[in-house]
Nanobody, 114 residues
């Protein structure tokens, strides 16, 4: 059974920081390029950041310079350090493989107050 569990979200003021975590089970984690995605109310899901099996990263323009994605294969986890948060970052954040599988977890809510 594949399970992805996101955590670390919460309520933060503009300019604040959060660190999101995603723990994986039921997969050979090191075999997958991973990504963070987010979905705001009334909007489509969008890709936030990716990290390859080898650790190469890429970011959406709207988070570049503010967010950092990382992974720990030994812990089967992927992380998203979020700095300089803006109200428009408010969304539910999910992790998944870069080539999306039907592995969606519950996500973790990030709310940035205005």
């Amino acid at each position: 059974q594949v399970q992805l569990v996101e955590s670390g979200g919460g309520l933060v003021q503009p300019g604040g920081s959060l660190r999101l975590s995603c723990g994986a089970s039921g997969i050979i984690f090191s075999s997958y390029d991973m990504g963070w995605y987010r979905q705001a109310p009334g909007k489509q899901r969008e890709l936030v950041a990716t990290i390859t099996r080898g650790g190469s990263t890429n970011y959406a323009d709207f988070v570049k310079g503010r967010f950092t994605i990382s992974r720990d294969n030994a812990k089967k986890s992927v992380y998203l350090q979020m700095n300089s948060l803006k109200p428009e970052d408010t969304a539910v954040y999910y992790c998944n493989a870069r080539i999306i599988r039907e592995w969606w977890g519950q996500g973790t809510q990030v709310t940035v107050s205005s």
